[in-house]
């Protein structure tokens, strides 16, 4: 859990994790040289699976993530924001979907969005609709997501603070482009605060970032997909359909449905 800058829900944050109904984990959170009294906040917790860090500056939201997921010593790496709230069985069911499906690298919850904006998210299930989706968007929940500590490990793959604010997008289509399968549960397990101070509000930085995502993202999984193609995607979307005939990457019923959804919702 990073913790920056936002120490008027810093104890709410905390007190949903320690109260999880899955007990067996540790909290490492990660103070990223905050401006504001979350160290203070924090000393007043005395709970054995706290685990506490604190950098000689801050470095950033990719790189201190990186430098939990290097303390971690557990199964599983679970993410938390520090100014939102996990219900209390959320690892529990998160853990054991992994547990019970071994194929699956990665879980997330839906989230339901409230304060400045009240909404609910929920993601695909499916790992190939998963797939599909991240040609449009980041496909997964960041901060409700839980994913197999080895198998990302295996294949290299952290955040990379160059990707700020859409280093979630850039790793889970690293992930998949390597094979790693990952999913979203219906269950609406995460409550996702929205403020003013939050780091990730939508900007044009954002817009940029997940537009490299994206070409990146295509340019690799459908390597026959023109340049043309690629960048007028999607305001083109059927090349992407063509392409993937030759290249076999998306399931292509799947994909089929998708772009047609897509193409009638226009007309």
Not at 41 to 50: E, F, N, V
């Amino acid at each position: 859990m990073p913790v920056y800058n936002t120490a008027p829900y810093l104890r709410e944050a905390m007190d949903s994790m320690l109260c999880q109904t899955f007990q067996d984990f540790e909290l490492i959170v990660l103070d990223d040289c905050s401006p504001d009294n979350a160290e203070e906040i924090l000393d007043a917790y005395d709970d054995p699976r706290i685990v506490r860090y604190k950098g000689e500056k801050n470095v950033g939201l990719s790189n201190v993530l990186n430098v939990g997921i290097g303390m971690a010593r557990g199964k599983y790496i679970a993410r938390m924001d520090s100014d939102d709230i996990s219900l209390p069985q959320r690892l529990q069911v998160q853990v054991e979907y992994l547990e019970t499906h071994p194929d699956i690298d990665l879980v997330s919850v839906g989230m339901r969005l409230f304060g400045a904006k009240e909404a609910t998210w929920i993601r695909e299930l499916n790992p190939e609709k998963v797939k599909i989706e991240a040609m449009f968007h980041s496909p997964v929940l960041h901060a409700s997501s839980v994913w197999r500590k080895d198998a990302f490990e295996k294949q290299g793959l952290r955040f990379r603070q160059e990707m700020v604010p859409a280093e979630d997008y850039d790793l889970w289509v690293r992930a998949m482009l390597r094979g790693l399968k990952l999913v979203n549960l219906p269950e609406v397990l995460y409550e996702y605060r929205i403020h003013d101070a939050q780091a990730t509000l939508q900007t044009d930085k954002t817009a940029a970032k997940s537009r490299e995502v994206q070409m990146a993202y295509l340019q690799e999984a459908l390597p026959s997909l023109s340049d043309s193609n690629r960048e007028a995607f999607p305001k083109k979307l059927w090349p992407v359909f063509f392409a993937n005939l030759r290249d076999g990457f998306f399931d292509w019923k799947q994909l089929a449905k998708r772009l047609y959804k897509m193409s009638k919702n226009r007309k």
